[in-house]
């Protein structure tokens, strides 16, 4: 049973900073594709950011030159840096590996990040 567990949420400043972090327990491969995404009260889940296995990374355009996302494939985690943190951010951030051979999605329980202005 795979389980992807992230820690590194909180309650920060405006403007401050946060390092999310995930890593999976149990055994896992070729995944393709892992990311952050976000859902925040009312409002459906977004992309936050993704990072394929090649090292190509995808952001929203809300969070470009303020997050940064990088992966050790061979420990089998994620990792997001949050910098320059806005309101606005604030949400539930889940983490996700993806397989695209057999099709297959993996999500973390959510860790919630709050930005008080």
């Known amino acids: 049973q795979v389980q992807l567990v992230e820690s590194g949420g909180g309650l920060v400043q405006a403007g401050g900073s946060l390092r999310l972090s995930c890593a999976a327990s149990g055994t896992i491969f070729r995944i393709n594709y892992m990311g952050w995404y976000r859902q925040a009260p009312g409002k459906q889940r977004e992309l936050v950011a993704t990072?394929?296995?090649?090292?190509?990374?995808n952001y929203a355009d809300s969070v470009k030159g303020r997050f940064s996302i990088s992966r050790d494939s061979a420990k089998n985690t994620v990792s997001l840096q949050m910098n320059s943190l806005k309101p606005e951010d604030t949400a539930v951030y889940y983490c996700?590996?993806?397989?695209?051979?057999?099709?297959?999605?993996?999500w973390g329980q959510g860790t919630q990040v709050t930005v008080s202005s």
């Open positions: 996700n590996f993806k397989r695209t051979i057999p099709p297959t999605n993996y």
């Open positions: 990072i394929t296995s090649g090292g190509s990374e």
